[in-house]
């Protein structure tokens, strides 16, 4: 599976975007990028994940530069309970084997 | 809709004992992966179950094994305990169906401390 790269911390201010960049320079065409969070001491919580495509769901949107060599996960409006370990991770789907290959993640803070 | 769960919450042990890990996965899930988080790390896959079998393992000594039962509940079984064991060890279940069955969600997770 492709590394990634992730800024070590990032703060963002109570309801603002917080946009939590992420480079996998050397992805192959057919490996998706996950994004996962993990709050305090609790299980990784799956957040979205795409291909090559613009993502969003109830929780977050995903952006993918066109190529792929990067992407943005955006969380609309920021509250205290998003700070988190935020995991960018990129495997193989469609295989029978499903690794994740965790990085050190980016720290969000959510700031009153 | 019951998502994964795993028991114990917390575990104490002490050097040389055995443990046992137990999960159960997410309803319609039939695949079980295990991870161990260390303090201040990011989760390292241990292996994963399927069909009742293991079919992919990640750099760990056969101190670590597995099981994965009919009901796809899964059960991680550590021998020799070290004390570098002490760890948050991570349940994740998935479907292996389908191009997007195959995320993983993951348990609360067990913390175990080897004194």
């Known amino acids: 599976d492709a590394k990634t790269t992730q800024p070590t911390s990032m703060d963002c201010a109570e309801g603002r975007a917080a946009n939590l960049p992420c480079n996998h320079s050397t992805i192959s065409g057919n490996e998706y990028v996950y994004w996962y969070r993990q709050i305090h001491s609790q299980g990784p919580q799956y957040i979205i994940h795409?291909?090559?495509n613009n993502e969003t769901n109830e929780m977050a949107s995903l952006i993918i530069t066109e190529d792929r060599k990067s992407s943005t996960l955006i969380l609309p409006h920021a509250t205290l309970r998003d700070t988190a370990v935020y995991y960018c991770i990129v495997r193989v789907v469609g295989t029978s084997y499903g690794k994740l290959t965790f990085g050190q993640g980016t720290i969000l803070t959510v700031h009153p | 809709d019951a998502g994964v769960t795993q028991s114990p919450t917390h575990l104490i042990k002490t050097r040389g004992q055995q443990v046992t890990l137990r999960c159960s996965p997410k309803s319609g899930h039939d695949t079980v992966s295990w991870y161990q988080q260390a303090l201040g790390q990011g989760p390292q896959f241990i292996f994963q179950?399927?069909?009742?079998?293991?079919?992919q393992r990640g750099n760990f000594p056969d101190r670590f094994s597995g099981h994965q039962f009919p009901n796809y509940s899964s059960e991680l079984n550590v021998n020799a305990l070290l004390l570098g064991d002490s760890a948050l060890y991570l349940c994740?279940?998935?479907?292996?169906?389908?191009?997007?069955?195959?995320?993983?969600?993951f348990g609360p997770g067990t913390r175990l401390l080897v004194l």
């Open positions: 795409g291909l090559k």
């Open positions: 994740a279940s998935s479907l292996d169906r389908g191009l997007f069955g195959k995320t993983q969600y």
């Open positions: 179950y399927y069909e009742e079998e293991e079919r």
